[in-house]
T-cell receptor, first 110, second 114 residues
Framework: TQLLEQSPQFLSIQEGENLTVYCNSS?????LQWYRQEPGEGPVLLVT?????EVKKLKRLTFQFGDARKDSSLHITAAQPGDTGLYLC??????????FGTGTRLTIIP | NAGVTQTPKFQVLKTGQSMTLQCAQD?????MSWYRQDPGMGLRLIHY???????DQGEVPNGYNVSRSTTEDFPLRLLSAAPSQTSVYFC?????????????FGPGTRLTVL
């Protein structure tokens, strides 16, 4: 079973600050996804990265895939209260099964 | 489109009871999957299906059965509920050729087994 470790597990910061969340594995991913989950709802896909070294931006969110395709990071610039939620990374090993990380619970304090 | 729908939203069972969690999607997606989410453990794959008539086991399949008789529906059956199956269950689907790469998740079913 492939394992995905996310850090930190919990993060609470003031509005306007920057933050980075990490996702690491000892295995190589075919691709990696980032999701955000609100309380009482299912996860919503934010981005998929496929190529080692790839960087994708979604407004104030920047996603990076490691060169070796074993790790990824999510950086949020000027965090806003609407960014509050559970952030999950998920790695695809092979073609049919997705393995999720344990998540980072982010709270942005107004 | 309604997307991915799940019923019921909440359910309480007694140990040993059986039940079926329903999942349906109206996007003509080939790939469907079931996950459970427990505190501190993320989402774990229970079963998945790459198309009608085809199912396979995920990471934690014991105690659960699935079938895929149509493209739209992918029910999850608990054969004999146990307290360890208390969890939030999510169904997801993604389009043809995408595998689990671009999954749409349902709103979840919160199950408590007493």
């Amino acid at each position: 079973t492939q394992l995905l470790e996310q850090s930190p597990q919990f993060l609470s910061i003031q509005e306007g600050e920057n933050l980075t969340v990490y996702c690491n594995s000892s295995s190589v991913f075919s691709s990696l996804q980032w999701y955000r989950q609100e309380p009482g709802e299912g996860p919503v896909l934010l981005v998929t990265v496929v190529t080692g070294g790839e960087v994708k931006k979604l407004k104030r969110l920047t996603f990076q895939f490691g060169d070796a395709r074993k790790d990824s990071s999510l950086h949020i610039t000027a965090a806003q209260p609407g960014d509050t939620g559970l952030y999950l990374c998920a790695g695809l090993f092979g073609n049919e099964k997705l393995t999720f990380g344990t998540g980072t619970r982010l709270t942005i304090i107004p | 489109n309604a997307g991915v729908t799940q019923t019921p939203k909440f359910q309480v069972l007694k140990t040993g009871q059986s039940m079926t969690l329903q999942c349906a999607q109206d996007m003509n997606h080939e790939y469907m999957s079931w996950y459970r989410q427990d505190p501190g453990m993320g989402l774990r794959l229970i079963h998945y299906s790459v198309g009608a008539g085809i199912t396979d086991q995920g990471e934690v399949p014991n105690g659960y059965n699935v079938s895929r008789s149509t493209t739209e529906d992918f029910p999850l059956r608990l054969l004999s509920a146990a307290p360890s199956q208390t969890s939030v269950y999510f169904c997801a689907s993604s389009g043809q050729g995408q595998g689990p790469d671009m999954q749409y998740f349902g709103p979840g079913t919160r199950l408590t087994v007493l």
